[in-house]
T-cell receptor, first 114, second 115 residues
């Protein structure tokens, strides 16, 4: 069965600090990878996605993620966070041989201090 | 385009009562999911439909939960009877058909509190 782990439960940063959120998954086959964000009181929104090709993908609001197949990782990065990035971040995996449901990690809560 | 619509947004019931949630996916999205998100955790799949057929309901507690998607569009999720541990946000999501490389689009969710 697929599983997704996220390295940090809660990250606290000051504005302008750099961000890296870790995500690892367990599955040996072909995967699609996603980062979703949930701002307070809002629904899950897609930040970025990886299906194939360049392992460095860029998403909205200055976020990017790198897929490292050998490490089963898909870490999320942003060079300079803003207060408005305060939210919960979820890594998700969609493995084609498992009927294409989305398996989510436990989430990382990011708090950005002004 | 219109997003995934869910109702109600909030529901408070007593244990052993029944409750139903409704979802209207994005037009043309054949795949529909129901997820349960307990506070502090990531969403967990309850059931996945492809049109009006069930693709995966292996994690649905079938003794108390049921879901249907009769005409391949709207879906309802029912809990009967509810337990305290069912308190969670119930998320509906949809995507274009199975086999396509696209993301899932999520609704606002229904926050259920069982007291």
């Amino acid at each position: 069965a697929q599983s997704v782990s996220q390295h940090n439960h809660h990250v606290i940063l000051s504005e302008a600090a750099s961000l890296e959120l870790g995500c690892n998954y367990s599955y040996g086959g072909t995967v699609n990878l996603f980062w979703y964000v949930q701002y307070p009181g809002q629904h899950l929104q897609l930040l970025l996605k990886y299906f194939s090709g360049d392992p460095l993908v860029k998403g909205i609001k200055g976020f990017e993620a790198e897929f490292i197949k050998s490490k089963f990782s898909f870490n999320l990065r942003k060079p300079s966070v803003q207060w408005s990035d305060t939210a919960e971040y979820f890594c998700a995996v969609n493995a084609r041989n498992y009927g294409q449901n989305f398996v989510f990690g436990p989430g990382t809560r990011l708090s950005v201090l002004p | 385009e219109a997003g995934v619509a869910q109702s109600p947004r909030y529901k408070i019931i007593e244990k052993r009562q029944s409750v139903a949630f409704w979802c209207n996916p994005i037009s043309g999205h054949a795949t529909l999911y129901w997820y349960q998100q307990i506070l502090g955790q990531g969403p967990k799949l309850l059931i996945q439909f492809q049109n009006n057929g069930v693709v995966d309901d292996s994690q649905l507690p079938k003794d108390r939960f049921s879901a249907e998607r009769l005409k391949g569009v709207d879906s309802t999720l029912k809990i009967q009877p509810a337990k305290l541990e069912d308190s969670a946000v119930y998320l509906c999501a949809s995507k274009t058909p199975q086999g396509s490389n696209t993301e899932a689009f999520f609704g606002q969710g229904t926050r259920l509190t069982v007291v």
